[in-house]
């Protein structure tokens, strides 16, 4: 009798068990599966054989370190921010290694909180001019979705499909890999010193062309990217189709300290957005299992021994007299 107590209590903490690991991953709140509206984070790429022309002396320099380096601010205070739409700046610094400047950037992104794309807004800008910005730009959806989507490319200004390729580890992450390419382009005419197109004249017109590719690797719990390489090519051509000088050309990379510091945030809103990871479906799932398991074979032993007890009754009962 006390087996089949004991298989009836566990027969009904697993069928517990079981309801929690269906119910628990519906019913958990979903968290704050929104962009922040006060982000504030900073990464850096490098490269180790780039070549750039020198802004200030036009000269051509090759073989050099380079680093890109992006800084995100989220303005929580603006008019345009609300429980819908985050306003992002992030500012893009490239920087040869003895510290020569080469250019600098700066974006304003009005962003739909659930979907990570660009919305119209009155302060969407780039270096100070008004900009329709569009598409995905330094941060994917919270959760990242597994379908192609729009990229913004800031020399381009305007955004380009990236393609979705698959799953893969990465710094002790299941990450999501993404790849765009940027075919070339004319992105600006400009007026340069003849010899940067290899004219003779003091002066003359020029095309810049511009062409790149770029991967990243995005935790997609959290949306955030992780780990990027970008492998841009800026020229000059001049109008007879001859190619000039190297504004910038090289393979940049995520330097392992910024990767650090994004599969830190990565985790840290995973912890915040998918409290299922702390108490496992499959965990209690599999302890429903078991419990049931258990409780039924208590039940039936119990069943047994009731049989056994009661023929056994039954046998040691005396014979009624017969007259």
């Not at 903490?13 to 704050?32: D, K, M, R």
């Amino acid at each position: 009798m006390r087996a089949r107590a004991v298989g009836w209590t566990l027969g009904c903490l697993g069928s517990v068990a079981l309801a929690a690991a269906v119910l628990v991953p519906v019913l958990s709140p979903a968290g704050e599966t929104e962009l922040p509206l006060d982000a504030a984070y900073g990464t850096e790429a490098l490269g180790d054989d780039v070549t750039f022309l020198d802004p200030a002396t036009l000269v051509q320099r090759t073989g050099e370190d380079v680093s890109v380096s992006v800084r995100v601010r989220g303005d929580e205070d603006s008019g345009e921010a609300d429980d819908d739409t985050a306003v992002w700046t992030y500012d893009t610094t490239t920087r040869a290694g003895d510290g020569t400047p080469i250019s600098t950037s700066t974006t304003t992104v009005c962003l739909d909180r659930r979907t990570a794309e660009a919305v119209d807004c009155a302060v969407e800008s780039v270096d100070g001019t008004p900009t329709d910005v569009q598409g995905l730009t330094v941060t994917f959806p919270i959760p990242a979705q597994a379908q192609d989507g729009m990229l913004w490319d800031d020399t381009l200004r305007t955004s380009l499909p990236v393609r979705y390729v698959g799953t893969e580890r990465f710094a002790g992450l299941d990450v999501q890999r993404w790849e765009q390419v940027v075919p070339e382009q004319v992105v600006d005419r400009v007026t340069v010193p003849g010899v940067l197109v290899g004219s003779t004249v003091p002066r003359s017109p020029a095309d810049v062309v511009y062409s790149a590719t770029r991967s990243l690797l995005v935790e997609p719990v959290s949306g955030i990217v992780v780990s990027t390489e970008d492998v841009p090519r800026e020229v000059l051509r001049a109008p007879d189709g001859t190619p000039g000088a190297v504004l910038l050309s090289g393979t940049f990379r995520t330097t392992e300290e910024s990767v650090d510091r994004a599969v830190a945030r990565a985790r840290e809103v995973r912890d915040e957005q998918d409290p299922t990871e702390v108490v496992s479906p499959w965990w209690l799932g599999g302890a429903g299992v078991v419990l049931l398991g258990l409780g039924a074979l208590l039940v039936v032993r119990g069943r047994r021994g009731q049989t056994a007890e009661q023929a056994e009754a039954r046998d040691s009962r005396p014979p009624v007299p017969v007259a």
